[in-house]
């Protein structure tokens, strides 16, 4: 069974910086994608970028996300990070990292996730 742990989420500052991270139990390169959603309170899950595990790797960004976030990977560590800047009291979520091996990510594989909380 494929498990994916996030981690480095927390408490920041409006204006400040965290970097998650999601490590993979299996190669990356199992998978077609891995990617970031976020689940704030009382809102429905919503992609934040996903990364493609060909490659140099695609990405791709929801529109709230350009510009602050950035998507990256490192094959020899397993493991996919989320970079996000000038954090927003509206990015406090709980950032979920996903994985899969199709088109399909609701059938994939998701981590427990990890909370992010920015004060304003």
């Known amino acids: 069974q494929v498990q994916l742990v996030e981690s480095g989420g927390g408490l920041v500052q409006a204006g400040g910086s965290l970097r998650l991270s999601c490590e993979a139990s299996?190669?990356?390169?199992?998978?077609?994608?891995m990617g970031w959603y976020r689940q704030a309170p009382g809102k429905l899950r919503e992609l934040v970028a996903t990364i493609t595990n060909i490659g140099i790797g695609i990405t791709n960004y929801a529109e709230f996300a350009k510009g602050r976030f950035t998507i990256s990977r490192d094959n020899a560590k397993r493991t996919v990070y989320l970079q996000i800047d000038s954090l927003k009291p509206e990015d406090t979520a709980v950032y979920l990292c996903?994985?899969?091996?199709?088109?399909?990510?609701?059938?994939?594989?998701w981590g427990q996730g990890t909370q992010v909380t920015v004060s304003s």
């Open positions: 996903a994985a899969t091996r199709g088109d399909n990510w609701e059938s994939g594989y």
């Open positions: 299996a190669s990356i390169f199992s998978f077609r994608a």
